[in-house]
């Protein structure tokens, strides 16, 4: 595996579920991100870690639940939540934080809560 | 507040014609400037970055944009465009104060729709 891989591709869950998405990159990187992106909206910063330490919150709902275990490995846990939260969920990473560093992005996963 | 603006949320153009896509971008300290290309069921790509330098940058599969500070611009072309590269486009910034999150801004999106 290379780059930024995200499992599963694909989702659909009901509003009592509880799944998690997984990222994992390949890269060395230190700092990882999840971003949201719905139709026609601006991608959504929802959360950042940098060496497993979330360092940014981006005002998420409390149903959004990340985790960061070590630098390689980021995971979203998903509980009770809305038909509005279907959206692309990206997971991306930078070497680090610093202004020149360009963020690495996954496929994403596809998310459809029914 | 930072802010970034796509212009066109569609721009159809047919194959071997010139594209341009539009970036304007509003802050009040210095930015770093990205564009990235999202093909279908696909993450997003790096095209080009400018950091500082030359306006001028020259990226991935032909692209180029120029950015122009006191227009607060950094507008994507291709002096001809292939079917591949039908896709999304988005222009993002990180402004200088960004250092300790790494927060990118990211534009709308721009769907480029190329022709046969």
């Known amino acids: 595996e290379t780059g930024v891989t995200q499992t599963p591709r694909h989702l659909v869950m009901g509003m009592t579920n509880k799944k998690s998405l997984k990222c994992e990159q390949h890269?060395?990187?230190?700092?990882m991100y999840w971003y949201k992106q719905s139709a026609k909206k601006p991608l959504e910063l929802m959360f950042v870690?940098?060496?497993?330490?979330?360092?940014e919150n981006n005002s998420v709902p409390s149903r959004f639940s990340p985790e960061c275990p070590n630098s390689s490995h980021l995971f979203l846990h998903l509980h009770t939540l809305q038909p509005e939260d279907s959206a692309l969920y990206l997971c991306?990473?930078?070497?680090?934080?610093?202004?020149?560093?360009?963020?690495?992005f996954g496929p994403g996963t596809r998310l459809t809560v029914t | 507040a930072q802010s970034v603006t796509q212009l066109d949320s569609q721009v159809p153009v047919f194959e071997e014609a010139p594209v341009e896509l539009r970036c304007n971008y509003s802050?009040?300290?210095?930015?770093?400037l990205f564009w990235y290309v999202q093909y279908p069921n696909q993450g997003l790509q790096l095209l080009l970055k400018?950091?500082?330098?030359?306006?001028l940058v020259k990226g991935i599969n032909g692209f180029e944009a120029e950015f122009n500070k006191s227009q607060t611009s950094f507008h994507l072309r291709k002096p001809s465009v292939h079917i591949s590269d039908t896709a999304e486009y988005f222009c993002?910034?990180?402004?200088?104060?960004?250092?300790?999150?790494?927060?990118?801004?990211f534009g709308q999106g721009t769907t480029l729709q190329v022709k046969p």
């Open positions: 991306a990473s930078s070497q680090d934080m610093g202004f020149s560093y360009e963020q690495y």
């Open positions: 993002a910034v990180k402004e200088e104060w960004s250092g300790n999150t790494g927060k990118l801004i």
């Open positions: 890269l060395g990187h230190n700092a």
């Open positions: 802050s009040s300290v210095s930015v770093y």
């Open positions: 870690y940098s060496l497993e330490e979330r360092v």
């Open positions: 400018y950091l500082s330098g030359s306006t």
